[in-house]
């Protein structure tokens, strides 16, 4: 394994728990999505794993190497925190040499790299531009790209598409998975479902500080007794239980295809339509609590 | 030796964008000889010259490095660096190359100056006090940026603070001026202990007591060293 943590607990000097009990392990080569809604623990978790925070219960290990020798550990790992603002007279190409420079690279492969990364991140052609003339989605990819160049085999991006507009976020998104495909372990954090389902080998929700549940995309929907969502507009007549009650518009989940044809025919309204669920359903019931009856 | 470079680079990009910043250095390198050289004649202008490495040091330590910290630390740049194998010392190493362009483009504009009046001994005796000064100007400066919580506030602060140890304590002006009991107590201010060591040490002092602002230079690395190792950590917090 890359990366585990195992029971990671951290208590602020306020006395808050921003993580109380977090597991789960990250594989190299592939992308471990850290799941969870705002508050979750998900950036106290990477705090812990990035020796930017000690932990006050559990361990963290990177690479076979326990964060309480943090030099070695920072050897192995980069981070992209949330909300990082590059420094605004920091150009792309400028960014991303310097970066390099603290890496160890050489100085011939440091243009070779930064120009791969620069046209990756689609930043070729503001790549000598400082930061303050960029928009708030190029200075994040600056951010992303200097992380991603590095020679680290373990990478953290905490919220790296958040921001983004969606053409960026699937340019980061491709560097990515191609970061990963070349062998690198990468954690990522969000709370965009989507992007969970895009981009993860593994996800780990976390709630309240809590590990939830983790494993593949396919597994966690697994985990849910329905494989059927229906969604009424605007409904005359629905007399079954509603899961999730939008207004005008109701979802109920359906344990088969089957179960989901025979509640539609029982419901009369402007438009029904049925789709298989995702995870962000699978997210719903296990973080949500939407199975408790709690939507 | 790439770490320390790689810091220095990207913590040097803004003088790149801005090096207006330095030929205003220049305007107040030469205002202050002229003001010094009409009040104070010859004697005014070796004067200034200890007053420009003191006030460089302090501004470097306090304005440039500690200010760009605490900036690094608010934008979360600094927790790049911290999850990195740049370890503090590449860091502070680091700013402290890039700010060095200041002092040495100020030597460079007092250049005429040292051979006009051949006053070498003044240079070797500031630099004396200009590297422990630097020091608790450094120390003192993250004590107090690690502590701010608003971004907008470090400069609001760092700004004042390095105006008013500067112009009011005797930095520009001897400290022998003011009267023996007073100038105790006006000698515990870290800059103007600076320029009185420096003063002293060149022969430019009517005063000769080196020893009491040596001991209180010292004190201050100490007190530096305590306030900063408070609230400067990398990491593991």
Request: glycine fraction near 8%; charged fraction near 20%; include cysteine.
């Amino acid at each position: 394994m890359s990366v585990v943590a195992k029971n990671l607990a951290k208590k602020y000097a306020d006395g808050v728990w921003g993580a109380k009990n977090v597991n789960f392990t990250a594989e190299k080569g592939a992308i471990t999505v850290l799941l969870g809604p705002n508050g979750a623990g998900k950036t106290t978790t990477v705090g812990m794993l990035t020796t930017l925070l000690k932990p006050t219960k559990g361990e963290a290990i990177i690479e076979g190497y326990s964060t309480t020798d943090p030099w070695k550990v920072r050897e192995l790992i980069a981070l992209c925190p949330q909300d990082v603002r590059v420094d605004s007279n920091w150009s792309p190409k400028e960014a991303i040499r310097g970066y390099l420079m603290i890496r160890g690279f050489k100085k011939n492969e440091v243009e070779k790299i930064a120009e791969e990364y620069l046209k990756k991140l689609d930043l070729w052609d503001s790549r000598d531009r400082p930061a303050i003339q960029l928009s708030g989605g190029q200075k994040k990819r600056i951010a992303v790209a200097m992380i991603l160049a590095s020679n680290a085999p373990v990478l953290f991006l905490d919220e790296p598409s958040s921001g983004l507009d969606v053409e960026a976020r699937y340019v980061v998104w491709k560097s990515l998975r191609e970061e990963a495909k070349r062998g690198k372990t990468i954690i990522l954090t969000t709370h965009d479902m989507k992007e969970a389902e895009i981009l993860a080998d593994k996800v780990v929700m976390i709630n309240k500080g809590i590990t939830v549940v983790s494993g593949s995309v396919e597994e966690l929907k697994s985990k849910i007794e329905y494989e059927k969502k229906i969604v009424v507009k605007n409904a005359r007549y629905l007399p079954v239980d509603v899961n999730i009650d939008l207004g005008d518009r109701k979802v109920i989940y359906a344990k088969s295809e089957n179960e989901a044809i025979e509640i539609m025919k029982k419901i009369k309204a402007e438009s029904i339509s049925v789709e298989d669920v995702t995870l962000e359903d699978a997210y719903l019931h296990m973080v949500g609590g939407v199975a408790n009856g709690k939507d | 030796m790439g770490k320390i470079s790689g810091v220095a680079y990207l913590a040097s990009r803004w003088i790149r964008r801005q090096p207006i910043w330095l030929v205003q250095d220049l305007f107040i390198v030469i205002g202050f000889a002229i003001i010094m050289f009409v009040w104070g004649g010859l004697q005014g202008l070796k004067n200034v010259l200890v007053a420009w490495f003191i006030s460089g040091a302090w501004g470097m330590g306090v304005n440039l490095v500690a200010q760009f910290i605490g900036w690094d630390k608010q934008g979360k740049v600094m927790d790049m660096f911290i999850a990195s194998p740049v370890r503090p010392f590449h860091y502070v190493f680091g700013y402290f190359l890039s700010s060095l362009i200041f002092p040495v483009v100020d030597l460079a504009y007092m250049l005429v100056l040292i051979i006009y009046l051949n006053a070498w001994t003044i240079v070797l005796a500031s630099l004396v006090a200009f590297l422990p000064l630097l020091l608790v100007s450094t120390l003192i400066g993250l004590a107090i940026v690690m502590r701010i919580k608003k971004p907008t506030n470090i400069s609001a602060i760092t700004n004042p603070l390095q105006m008013l140890l500067i112009i009011i304590p005797p930095v520009f002006y001897p400290a022998s001026v003011i009267p023996e009991t007073a100038r105790y107590l006006v000698l515990l201010i870290p800059t103007a202990a600076g320029a009185e060591m420096a003063r002293q040490l060149s022969g430019l002092s009517t005063w000769h007591n080196i020893w009491y602002p040596a001991a209180v230079l010292i004190a201050w690395v100490v007190i530096g060293i305590a306030s900063s190792a408070k609230t400067v950590k990398w990491g593991m917090e």
